[in-house]
């Protein structure tokens, strides 16, 4: 599959044909009943230790681009960004193939602050400390930002870590949101503050201590739990 139909990417003559890096291109495609809005288009990313997922969503609905490459590899990540923020999609693909990957992933998004279509108000809104502009070094900025990100993350990890000794904390916490009774509602309210703590700290998704990610991704599931109880039961 073709994905581009110009000849330049991004008008820009040095651009490679990088369409070979999406990995939806032999998935089903999905049947859009509706032309999505350019101004929800969206990058999804997420770290898997050296590599990052690159995700393009025109909507909450409809995805059109995945790749997993190196983090440092900014040159191809910038061109990948850039392909996501301003060329056009005809084809659309399903989130359920690799959602279940990914869930495992820390994740942060890049979003369109403003949804004018006065292109000179266009902001991105980021992870990385603030908004960006919308001109020919975005792809760029956010390659490199990924690359700086990461290695804020990393450290974050490492202090939060303790050596080890904050594997003592969340048992504790896991012992908190492990409790149930026969009202849903009351479990979720009781578990609120450890519910924020837990979600506070997703970054442990990329910790290189086995127990610590683990152990988070145990607090992660009781957190969803007891929201999925808590939402079924005010229903």
Not at 11 to 31: F, K
Not at 91 to 98: A, F, H, R, V
Not at 114 to 130: C, E, I, L, N, R
Not at 195 to 213: G, H, W
Request: hydrophobic share 35%; glycine share 4%; proline share 3%.
């Amino acid at each position: 599959m073709k994905l581009f139909k110009r000849k330049k990417l991004n008008n820009n003559p040095d651009a490679i044909d990088i369409g070979y890096l999406n990995m939806l291109i032999s998935e089903p495609v999905v049947r859009v009943n509706y032309k999505p809005n350019p101004c929800n288009r969206r990058i999804n990313f997420y770290y898997d230790e050296d590599k990052v997922f690159i995700e393009g969503l025109s909507d909450n609905y409809c995805t059109f681009w995945l790749s997993k490459t190196d983090i440092t590899d900014t040159s191809i990540n910038a061109q990948i960004c850039k392909h996501i923020l301003y060329d056009s999609f005809d084809l659309y693909y399903s989130t359920d193939k690799y959602y279940h990957e990914l869930h495992y992933l820390f994740k942060e998004s890049i979003f369109r602050a403003s949804v004018t279509s006065d292109h000179a108000d266009v902001k991105w809104h980021t992870p990385f400390g603030g908004y960006i502009g919308d001109d020919d070094n975005t792809g760029s900025f956010i390659a490199r930002s990924l690359v700086s990100f990461k290695t804020e993350i990393d450290k974050l990890c490492e202090a939060r870590e303790d050596g080890g000794n904050y594997l003592s904390v969340m048992q504790g916490i896991l012992e908190h949101l492990s409790q149930r009774t026969n009202d849903s509602i009351w479990d979720y309210v009781a578990a609120t503050p450890w519910i924020k703590i837990v979600k506070d700290e997703d970054y442990l998704l990329c910790s290189k201590n086995e127990q610590i990610k683990g152990l988070y991704l145990q607090l992660a599931k009781h957190c969803s739990d007891l929201y999925s109880r808590y939402m079924t039961a005010v229903r």
